[in-house]
């Protein structure tokens, strides 16, 4: 398969525990964004990386949140103390950087549950 | 700011019925327009797009027409079939740093075919 990855798939957490979603983008690619999405609405942009620098993050992005690309292949995304306002799926998508059309390749998401 | 607006679901239809999905958005500038799609089980994926006024994006019988206008990207399909249900996500894309393209989604709209 080489398409987007997300592990894990789900997640249950206690509120307050912290949790780490790891994205697999399209091998090629060297842009990836994050995007959160909650039940019934649309995905909302999260930050955005080009190889290994994060280039732009959302105010959606509290200082809970950390997202990585250490070697600009895989990404990581970190929520510490977790709430549960912070329930919803977590989707990962890729791009080429001479694509400027605007079309993201996306992973199937990982589903976060906060209890 | 940026946004995008789509009419509200669940649609349900029969097989072979025409299918009207409204977009309208709210931009500065001159966006490309997308839907996206997300079938039970799988990631978003790109339907079509438009990146200039007047264009029209078509793909799997799915149309639609970037009307500036109107700021208008309505999605429309003469003859639905079971395998179209899925929700579909009208967006726009905004310039991010180094020419990136960050998507603004609307709701989305759940659309089931009966056979």
């Known amino acids: 398969d080489t398409g987007v990855s997300q592990n894990p798939r789900h997640k249950i957490t206690k509120r307050g525990q912290n949790v780490t979603f790891r994205c697999d983008p399209i091998?090629?690619?060297?842009?990836l964004y994050w995007y959160r999405q909650t039940l019934g609405q649309g995905p909302e942009f999260l930050t955005y990386?080009?190889?290994?620098?994060?280039?732009?993050k959302s105010r959606l992005l509290s200082d809970r949140f950390s997202a990585e690309r250490p070697k600009g292949s895989f990404s990581t995304l970190e929520i510490q103390r977790t709430e549960q306002g912070d329930s919803a799926m977590y989707l990962c998508?890729?791009?080429?950087?001479?694509?400027?059309?605007?079309?993201?390749?996306f992973g199937e998401g990982s589903r976060l549950t906060v209890l | 700011g940026n946004s995008v607006t789509q009419m509200e679901g669940p649609v349900t239809l029969s097989e072979e019925a025409f299918l009207t999905i409204n977009c309208t958005y709210t931009a500065t500038g001159y966006p490309s327009l997308f839907w996206y799609v997300q079938y039970p089980g799988e990631g978003l994926q790109l339907l079509l797009k438009?990146?200039?006024?007047?264009d029209k994006g078509s793909n799997k019988g799915f149309e639609a027409t970037y009307r500036k206008e109107t700021t208008s990207f309505h999605l429309e399909k003469g003859s639905v079939q079971v395998s179209d249900s899925a929700v579909y996500f009208c967006?726009?894309?905004?310039?991010?740093?180094?020419?990136?393209?960050?998507?603004?989604f609307g709701q989305g709209t759940r659309l089931t075919i009966n056979p």
């Open positions: 998508a890729s791009s080429l950087a001479w694509s400027n059309t605007g079309e993201l390749f």
């Open positions: 091998s090629e690619h060297n842009r």
């Open positions: 967006a726009l894309s905004t310039s991010l740093i180094q020419g990136a393209q960050k998507l603004v």
């Open positions: 990386f080009q190889n290994e620098a994060q280039l732009e």
């Open positions: 438009a990146t200039k006024a007047d």
